[in-house]
């Protein structure tokens, strides 16, 4: 049987193949599309991330945010599948159904404690008894969890600005529930989300004018928030707004310790206060397992009754949980609506490969020294000179059950360090007594210039540490603990970065080799042989501007407007439209047998027409919404609705027709086109990051299968005209492209008083990097961006425009020779007669000799 996650990504499939269409808030589709280029690639969020938001939306839209337990019989109509599907298989629940009903169990599931015991149905007790929307979005470590989150809260706060009224409302405040410092600080992201890249343009300004983001620090009593206010987003600790009495010292006198509990109490209110005066509230809790499994008993119980609470105090919009882990002992938590697991992370080069590198060692305890001496030795063995794109060195994690296992190993390691030929000032210690010192150098590590390589740990370094320069972790003798400690320490190396190939490695004892392997399946439904044999089919890396000051393509590109088809009126003036005034018609009927109908009710009297009132408007909002529709100042428009309306109230109903009155004064449009010079630029390096070097730069991912199509200059082994290679690596789509321009380039050397420059321009559609982004109308109604594949640039000034397709696609509505995007094209070419020509080149394979000596022809052209 599908889970439920399943389902829904099969239905999400249909709805983004219908361009996310709703009738009622078509906005959202303009939000979702622009969440990838032109080319399909993604703009910013990756594909996990924008799978998971696409499942977010369409739950609030195409189902209207149901409850979990109404998702299931939706989707499952069939109550036996839903029952498998739910994990309620068990005769004992089945006979349940049998002789009650499928709702019957549900009643006994939340009412029955033995039931639920016995069948360790407490999730799904919490699951089913909630009042409100709460799902789960699971993604593995690394996939961007906190951005998701921002992602989510923007689109909802935009939503939420573009149609005001909406019923049901769109969130306008969002909450996040972090569980722990160490959390909270890795959530300070949300204030680095470029949010412009996640919305549209237009919907971006009023969104980031209104946008206020709160971190709750220690010490406040309150949230220091405007209570009522709209389009906040709080971040908080569970700890600070759960519903209970902070701790108070128990050596105080009664009156003291009394006065202390209140104050306690007055502070939690408060904060809750504060955040139940919001309206339109979505809560976020981050790492949700917090909420589930280990601690159902106790911390979920905390965040639920708070979460409660605030439902019952304001309109809790929807509850997003995300987390990593999924599952609980084996079994999948019924709530999870999107899953990404660490194989697919790994699969798609969100985390580092470890195919083939957990590393278990079989040893008794007393030659643990030996242990740790040769995870050090191996580790500078393989990564004494591996480093991250921006510089990092690797580093190696090793984590001690206690302080005092620390205390004893660290000597044996520092001799492993000293005999690497690194200094012992490489290692770096953090656990509850480590001094600032050392916690500020641990907060540091990310830094390029830290000089710390081993990094010894006790209780610290587990969820919410994101090192993307560790590439190693180690665990010391047996871990003996109750939660995902083993799992959480093991994995923290597989956080990956663009530009890295190098793959992790885990260094486990025998012992700690069977807890991590029972934690992954019990986590995230996979084994630890099949992360050792899970290969990357993706991978990444960093594409550098390598010439910043290209000369711009000059062009004539047709601007479009629309006219008016006569002059504005001199003066406007108003007809005042007939009342029609809606009435009900009351008739009163008594109790009598018609003998000619055989009724049994009879009208008694006639019909009485009872008269409504109409909703009215004064004249200045009157002229204020005309004067907007039809692009006019205001004042003539306002004087006319006073000539004819005087002091009166304008019936909202005459609204439409003095509309029409307005529109035949002004005439009928028109569409002219004339040109519009402009100078293109090839590439923006403003658009690219700018690295610590003074380099720009942009990450990019490609399948790992076309590695052969990554091309740096050094690929070209005769280029005396040095073409090409504006930024680096050049990163080909396909096998024509590279062939097209290998060939190319070998021509354009024979001719290089002809020739200013080439470069391949298809990779790169942002239209913050490049402005050779041509306009075309797609079937859907809608403006589209295509970027042709080439540019070449001739020492006269003239520009080839050169697009390579599959031979399958020469009749394509969009792609083909006689597509849009070739009309489009064509157009600018027959404005710019002599300056700009434009050729598609069809090859499967290799491209043509006709297809190159067209090129040729162009650039030897008087």
């Known amino acids: 049987m599908a889970e439920l996650h399943e389902i829904l990504a099969e239905r999400v499939s249909g709805w983004r193949t219908s361009a996310y269409k709703h009738e009622a808030h078509p906005a959202i589709g303009e939000i979702l599309a622009h969440a990838r280029n032109e080319d399909g690639t993604s703009r910013y969020l990756r594909e996990p991330q924008i799978r998971a938001l696409e499942t977010y939306w369409y739950l609030r839209l195409v189902e209207g945010t149901p409850r979990i337990g109404e998702l299931y019989e939706r989707l499952i109509p069939r109550p036996m599948d839903r029952l498998k599907a739910l994990g309620l298989n068990a005769p004992e629940l089945t006979e349940i159904v049998v002789n009650e009903s499928y709702e019957g169990l549900l009643d006994r599931i939340r009412t029955d404690d033995d039931l639920v015991r016995r069948h360790r149905l407490e999730g799904l007790r919490e699951t089913l008894t909630l009042d409100y929307a709460s799902y789960i979005l699971a993604l593995a470590m690394g996939a961007g969890k906190t951005i998701l989150v921002g992602a989510i809260v923007a689109t909802e706060f935009a939503m939420a600005l573009e149609y005001p009224d909406a019923a049901p409302p769109f969130v306008e405040n969002a909450i996040v529930f972090a569980p722990g410092k160490t959390i909270i600080e890795s959530l300070r992201e949300l204030a ?152 697919e992370g790994i699969r798609d080069n969100i985390l580092k490969e470890v195919a083939n590198n957990v590393y278990a060692y079989d040893f008794d305890d007393a030659n643990t020294d030996e242990f740790v001496a040769e995870i050090v030795s191996d580790f500078f063995a393989t990564y004494a000179d591996h480093a991250l794109p921006d510089g990092s060195p690797a580093k190696l994690a090793i984590y001690f059950p206690q302080t005092d296992d620390l205390a004893e190993l660290r000597p044996h390691i520092e001799l492993a360090v000293t005999r690497a030929g690194l200094d012992t000032t490489t290692i770096l210690t953090n656990t509850s007594l480590s001094s600032v010192a050392e916690v500020d150098a641990f907060n540091r590590l990310n830094d390029p210039g830290s000089p710390h390589r081993v990094i010894l740990l006790v209780n610290k370094g587990t969820e919410g540490w994101n090192c993307p320069s560790l590439f190693a972790t180690a665990l010391a003798r047996r871990l003996r603990t109750s939660n995902n400690f083993v799992l959480q320490a093991a994995t923290r190396c597989l956080r990956q970065v663009p530009g890295n190939d190098r793959p992790a490695r885990i260094y486990l004892s025998s012992a700690n080799r069977g807890i991590l392997d029972r934690q992954l399946q019990e986590t995230y439904g996979a084994s630890l042989a099949d992360l050792d044999r899970r290969h990357r089919v993706s991978a990444s890396t960093f594409i550098r501007v390598r010439k910043s000051d290209l000369p711009p393509m000059k062009v004539n590109r047709p601007r479009r407007e629309m006219r008016r088809t006569q002059a504005a009126p001199t003066a406007i003036t108003f007809t005042r439209p007939p009342d029609e005034v809606a009435s009900l018609t009351r008739a009163v009927f008594d109790l009598g047998l018609s003998a000619a109908s055989r009724r049994v009710l009879r009208q008694a009297g006639d019909a009485l027409s009872l008269e409504i009132g109409f909703d009215t408007v004064d004249a200045y909002t009157s002229a204020t919404t005309l004067a907007a529709a039809y692009r006019l100042e205001i004042w003539p428009v306002l004087d006319a609705l006073r000539t004819t309306y005087g002091d009166d109230a304008i019936p909202v109903v005459h609204l439409g027709a003095l509309a029409r009155q307005l529109e035949e004064q002004l005439g009928g449009y028109e569409e002219t086109t ?50 090409g290679f504006h930024y680096v690596p050049y990163n080909f789509d396909s096998g024509p492209e590279s062939d097209f321009f290998e060939k190319v380039l070998r021509d354009l050397n024979l001719a290089r008083d002809d020739v200013s420059d080439i470069y391949f321009t298809g990779a790169i559609t942002d239209p913050k990097k490049t402005d050779l982004g041509f306009e075309y109308a797609g079937a859907d ?69 006709a297809d190159l000596a067209a090129v040729r022809e162009f650039v030897s052209a008087p």
């Open 192 to 343: 680095r989300i470029r949010f412009d890249d996640l919305l549209p343009p237009r919907l971006h300004a009023p969104f980031a004018a209104s946008l206020k983001l709160t971190f709750t620090r220690d010490g406040e009593r309150d949230i220091p928030v405007t209570r009522g206010s709209r389009f906040n987003l709080v971040v908080t600790n569970t700890e600070k707004i759960a519903i209970r009495a902070k701790p108070v010292r128990r050596n105080a006198g009664f009156l003291q310790l009394t006065a202390l509990q209140e104050e306690a109490r007055e502070e939690a209110n408060l904060r809750l206060q504060t955040l139940a005066s919001l309206p339109h509230l979505g809560v976020f809790s981050d790492e949700a397992h917090h909420t589930y499994g280990q601690s159902l008993d106790t911390e979920l119980k905390r965040v639920r009754q708070t979460v409660d609470y605030l439902a019952d105090a304001t309109n809790v919009i929807a509850v997003v949980n995300t987390t990593g882990t999924p599952y609980f002992k084996r079994q999948p938590l019924k709530d999870v609506v999107v899953w990404y697991g660490l194989a």
């Open 674 to 723: 004339t040109d519009e010079p402009a100078e293109l630029s090839v590439l923006k390096p403003e658009g690219f990051e700018l690295t610590p070097d003074g380099e720009r730069q942009a990450a990019i991912s490609y399948p790992a299968d076309r590695e052969r199509l990554i091309w740096p200059p050094e690929r070209i082994a005769e280029n005396p005209g040095g073409y």
């Open 781 to 849: 109604g809608r403006t589209h961006r295509y970027t042709p594949d080439f540019a070449i640039h001739t020492t006269d000034d003239r520009w080839l425009l050169v697009e390579i397709k599959m031979t399958a696609r020469r009749r394509d509505a969009v792609e083909g020779e006689d597509g849009v995007k070739a009309k489009a094209l064509r157009e600018l070419e027959e404005r710019n007669p002599g300056r700009v020509a434009y050729r598609i080149v069809f090859a499967d394979e290799l491209v043509s000799q």
